[in-house]
């Protein structure tokens, strides 16, 4: 079946630091990706998503490529903020006929002042 | 506009307690899903309702647990006879079709807690 490997965390940077969460999967479509992220106290929401190969999802500074050779969805931003600290999740769909998303564990990222 | 909302947002029951937890979806969406988040963990899936179609319970950890849409829009997540290992954050999503690569849009969540 399919599913979602993240890297563990938690991830801690100083603020104005490089991020890169890690995100590899497993399907056997051609799924849809996305990122949703869970701040302290909240629901998730989606960050950003891409639906086929080579596309860039991009939001808020961050951006993720939907790599196929390499099975990836990694999550980069050039430089955190404080207000960046909360859960990441990275997540899968199959676009043929799955109403059920599969999610990674989730990556906890602390950004200190 | 309104997003999803879930009452009640913290829940402490005793263990053999019913619990009952309350989703309102967004309006208008079909598709509403039910999570279990315990610490440390990712998303459980537990149910999944498209509207009028019977719902997808293939997550539901045990009998103790059920779920249901009234008029395509509410749901109630019940847990029947609590455990200490239904502590959790169950979350509560919406989406505007049934299709997984749809975006989902979630509530904020009930912390449930068994004493």
């Known amino acids: 079946g399919d599913s979602v490997t993240q890297m563990e965390g938690p991830v801690t940077l100083s603020e104005e630091a490089c991020l890169t969460i890690?995100?590899?999967?497993?399907?056997?479509?051609?799924?849809?990706l996305f990122w949703y992220v869970q701040y302290p106290g909240e629901g998730l929401q989606l960050l950003l998503k891409?639906?086929?190969?080579?596309d860039k999802g991009s939001n808020k500074g961050f951006e993720a490529t939907y790599r196929k050779e390499t099975t990836s969805f990694h999550l980069e931003k050039g430089s955190v903020q404080v207000s960046d600290s909360a859960v990441y999740f990275c997540?899968?769909?199959?676009?043929?006929?799955?109403?059920?998303?599969?999610f990674g564990r989730g990556t906890s990222l602390i950004v200190h002042p | 506009g309104a997003g999803v909302s879930q009452s009640p947002s913290n829940k402490v029951t005793e263990k053999g307690k019913d619990v009952e937890l309350r989703c309102d979806p967004i309006?208008?969406?079909?598709?509403l899903y039910w999570y279990r988040q315990s610490l440390g963990q990712g998303l459980e899936f537990l149910i999944y309702?498209?509207?009028?179609?019977?719902?997808?319970k293939s997550g539901l950890p045990s009998d103790r647990f059920s779920a249901e849409r009234t008029g395509g829009s509410v749901s109630t997540l019940t847990i029947q006879r609590t455990q200490q290992e239904d502590s959790a954050v169950y979350l509560c999503?919406?989406?505007?079709?049934?299709?997984?690569?749809?975006?989902?849009?979630f509530g904020p969540g009930t912390r449930l807690t068994v004493t």
């Open positions: 891409a639906t086929k190969a080579d």
């Open positions: 999503a919406s989406s505007l079709v049934g299709r997984g690569d749809y975006e989902q849009y």
């Open positions: 997540a899968l769909s199959d676009a043929g006929g799955s109403y059920i998303p599969t």
């Open positions: 309702f498209q509207g009028n179609s019977a719902p997808d």
């Open positions: 309006s208008g969406h079909t598709a």
């Open positions: 890690n995100c590899t999967y497993t399907a056997t479509g051609y799924p849809s």
